[in-house]
């Protein structure tokens, strides 16, 4: 019967610090992004595998690079003082916003508009980069802007982006084919299961760059600021993010990266 009751005494007493290791465990977590960044020793940024110019994987050497990757490198940086400190974590537009609610990830830095739905579930930094949503075509095809996309004209999207529910409302007749990520929609295109490519200005540049044949045509016709998302509610990373921005316009390293990636000045 002692036996019994020291038992159970121990179990006890294990229990309760298994209780109170999980407690702490919450309490580090609970300590904000910036807190767990700095006791990790790296930055965890959510980027994409498959926008050229923002983020784009080589499948030959495995490397990822673009405008963002550089953004996040530079984050760690001012925050760890090496930008090798940084791991890279695919997203896509459906999975980011899960993975940073999860906890998967530290940031959103993947070609992401600021919108007011979007900003109910994350909070975002200032505008990083401004750009617009345009068509991407086969050079020659009768589609020229918006206007052009009637009934039976074919379009392509990718789930879980903006582009897919301004292209409904700007051409309700057309049909729209939505994609995982843009380089399937890209090859869809390529392939000739659609009319016309949507998205950003910017992504559509890189995929002509990727192959001339295809051009924007239309010009913009919506405003799509980018934002680095951050999990709602944490103040003192959003300020730290916003910081970094400020800090990379006013010493000219922005417009420097700018340039590297967009072949242009910024305006």
Known sequence: MKKRSYASLLLILLAACLALAGCGGKKNAEGGTLAAIKERGKVI???????????????????????????????????????????????????????????????????????????????????YFEAGQSLLVKKGSAIKGVGDLKKGTKVLAVKGSTSTKNIREKAPDATVLEFE??????????????????????????MQKQDPNYELVGGNFTDEPYGIAIKKGDAEFVKA???????????GEYDKLYEQWMGVKPE
């Open 181 to 206: 990520n843009y380089q399937d929609a890209f090859t869809a295109l390529k392939a000739g299961q659609g009319d016309a490519l949507t998205t950003d200005n910017a992504i559509l540049l890189g």
């Open 45 to 127: 940024a959510g980027v994409k595998y498959d926008t050229k110019l923002f983020g784009l994987k080589d499948p030959a050497t495995g490397k990822v690079e673009g405008f963002d990757i550089d953004i996040a490198k530079a984050l760690a940086k001012k925050i760890l003082g090496d930008e090798n400190k940084v791991e890279l974590k695919e997203v896509t537009s459906k999975t980011r916003i899960p993975l940073l609610q999860n906890g998967d990830i530290d940031l959103i830095i993947a070609t992401m508009t600021i919108t007011e739905d979007r900003k109910k579930q994350v909070d975002f930094s200032d505008v």
């Open 241 to 251: 993010v916003n910081d970094l921005l400020k800090e990379m316009k006013e010493s």
